[in-house]
């Protein structure tokens, strides 16, 4: 009798002992989130149907959208030099929409193939039969000769005569949308900019002597010579010394102002250097993507 009653006491124990554990609030609030391992995340019991809640009966407060707003890429920073002896001035700070966007192969092909039709001058020109000089009589008959059939002498089976499918003045100047070509010059400052190989210079690029040999030791100094592919001397207006020293020394280099630069210049040689207001101007004068045209009033 003493053995049943101590079995049926421990089981009555076990039993009231779990009824009394459950029962607990907050051994009900931790048992879900303790029986899922700490590395994975979990939500509180009721939580799906309080957020639905929320978003339901709450509105956001004002000045706060409901959507999180696109993130700006930050400025990119550039160093600005003093030309010739390269030494560092100060910092600028540039839109990373001007020297920091994505490399563009297919636009990059394009603008090069426009201008290079732009500057096709499109002048070959030959004469057809019926330009040729001279009378239009046939010079021998149909049949009865026993030689070939002939016209006029201005047949293109004679010396002298016209040219079959010959080349005539034309032009092939292609178009292309200026938002795109805006785009691509930005896109290879920002491909030279990326690898290091654009230098912006402070204004007023020029140098003390018009030798060949005083800007052939510069470039050599600084490694921008033929043996490093070369250099793009970009400068904002004429200076003397400096187009007179490059003019032959085109082996290391050549020297254009800011508005006879094109994208195809920006890509061809190893580096640019280019004076800021260069750079400001070429960036101020190709940004009409970015720029949004402000509608007309119309009259009636």
């Known amino acids: ?13 076990k039993t009231w002992n779990n009824q009394l554990i459950w029962a607990d609030p907050l051994t009900q609030c931790l048992a879900p989130r303790l029986s899922r391992s700490m590395a994975t995340e979990t939500r509180l019991p009721g939580e799906d149907g309080l957020q639905s809640f929320a978003n339901a009966h709450l509105t956001p407060l004002a000045g706060e959208s409901a959507h999180q707003p696109a993130a700006v890429a930050a400025p990119v920073l550039t ?3 003093n030309f010739p002896t390269m030494e560092p001035i100060r910092f600028e700070y540039y ?5 920091n966007l994505p490399l563009r ?14 500057t096709r001058q499109g002048t070959a020109s030959t004469k057809w039969r019926d330009d040729v000089h001279g009378s239009g009589r046939k010079l021998r008959p149909q049949k009865g000769t026993g030689q070939a059939r002939l016209g006029d002498k201005g047949s293109p089976m004679l010396v002298g005569g016209g040219v079959a499918f010959g080349p005539h003045p034309r032009d092939f100047s292609t178009r292309l949308p200026k938002k795109m070509y805006d785009l691509a010059w930005r896109t290879a400052l920002s491909y030279r900019y990326k690898r290091g190989e654009l230098v912006v210079v402070e204004d007023g690029m020029d ?23 070369r250099s793009l001397l970009v400068a904002s207006g004429f200076r003397t010394n400096l187009f007179r020293a490059l003019r032959h020394a085109g082996e290391d280099g050549k020297v254009l102002t800011g508005d006879g630069v094109d994208v195809k210049d920006l890509l061809e040689m190893g580096r640019i250097i280019v004076e800021k207001s260069a750079l400001d101007g070429i960036l ?3 940004q009409s993507d970015l720029v949004k045209r402000v509608p007309s009033a119309v009259h009636h």
């Open 105 to 118: 192969r297919d636009i990059l092909h394009r603008a090069v193939v426009f201008e290079g039709d732009a």
């Open 1 to 13: 009798m003493g053995s049943t009653s101590s079995v049926r006491f421990l089981k009555n124990f």
């Open 207 to 229: 140098i003390e002597f018009p030798k060949t040999r005083f800007i052939k030791q510069i470039f050599e100094n600084n490694r921008w010579g033929n043996s490093d592919g």
């Open 95 to 99: 839109p990373a929409n001007h020297l």
């Open 284 to 286: 101020r004068d190709h």
């Open 79 to 81: 160093t600005i030099y």
